[in-house]
């Protein structure tokens, strides 16, 4: 009896220890890659004599391109292999990425960041499905708390490699050039490695012992039957509740990447220190981040409650970016309100991207998934573009501190529209395991 009641903890644990380690690496690379600019910027932007307008713009219309195969990314995943995906997109944006550090204008800078986000487009959805391959909905939550770490992991650990490389001059080359460069290999690495080291389903897992097995692809077909399958991809686009969920992405996103993209040229402003002194301070409040977002994913999965562990951390952010703009004649301040608005911003993750899942059938959440995040991207753009527009127009970061905290604290109260929705599923799962049982 002790045996059969501690299968789940035992599955969930195999699972967890081969797949969430790699899974959270390839989010590290790819977000340290997208985001990795911001600190190449310090130099950068000097060197080539962009204004903030320029940057701005060729920072987020990297998300202009990741649109594109949003959607069929994530439908590619579910119908097709994700794996097989996953190992593409990683391919391509290795060498994209590098190619960054040989811009030498405006335009090409738009240009290959514009291709990037076109290489990178899907990996999100197409990892978050390949999670619900993999994961129950009570624990899907843990899962993509983990996942999603490693944004503000690869944000700590790309502070260090940023202060280093930025001091080099090799070949000629700058600093800010040889960050570019050298940070997008490891995407080819492990793009290779990905197509013999990730398994496409439970029931293709050799490395899973066959009781454990059965019972994973038992519970994932369970809760696919339980769940309302009749949704199509079309109505699935056009319905409420997605639509709703985009709108909380994109206004999320807003404030969590432009301030992203934007911090380390914020600390440099805000403070009287040297670029590599900069770009360590930077990676402060990501490293505040981690635990919480733990945290959070972890007793959004304990209790079951999604809405408020999304709307609490994105007022939070809200409130802490508010303040901050009364604080910008002061470093560490500063650095701390900016270190709560990020807790808040990762925090949200665990909470927000079980929903779709919650709401809709396997395939139509596969392609919902990919809408959402596309507005999530447009978000990204929208929040790069306007503070670098903004600090020029108003010559300063306060301007633009307002607008991205007048964002976060919109999405907050939007996703307590859903509420009604999300208690009508739960209670609806509830009630046909109550039935399953009893016909047992």
Known sequence: MSSSSGLPERTRRRVDRRLMPFIFLLFTVSYLDRVNVGSAALQMSRELGFTDSVFGFGGGIFFLGYILLEIPGGILAEVWSARKWIARILLTWGVISSLTGFVQTAHQFYWIRFLLGVAEAGFVPAILVYLSHWYRAEDRGKAIAIFFTAIPASQVIGGPIASLLLRIHWLGLSGWRWLLILEGIPALILGVITLYYLTERPQDAKWLPAEERDWLVGELAKERAERRGHDSIARALVNPHVLLLCAVLFLGLNANYGVSLWLPQMMQRVSHYDVSTVSLIASIPSFMALPFMLLNGWHSDHTGERIWHTCLPRLLSALSLLAC???????????????????????????????????????????????????????????????????????????????????????????LLLRGAVKKTVTSSLVSRADSASDC
Do not use: E, K
Request: glycine fraction near 16%.
């Open 325 to 415: 703009f009364f604080t910008l004649d002061n470093t560490w301040g500063s650095v701390f309100l900016l270190s709560l608005a990020t807790i808040g911003f990762y925090c949200a993750h665990p909470g927000f991207w079980p929903l779709p899942n919650m709401l809709l059938g396997r395939t139509a959440a596969a392609a919902s998934l990919g809408l959402i995040n596309s507005f999530g991207s447009l978000g990204g753009f929208a929040g790069s573009y306007m503070l670098g527009r903004l600090n020029d127009r108003s010559g300063g970061l306060g301007a633009g501190l307002l607008y991205v905290a007048a964002c976060s604290f919109a999405s907050g109260l939007l996703v």
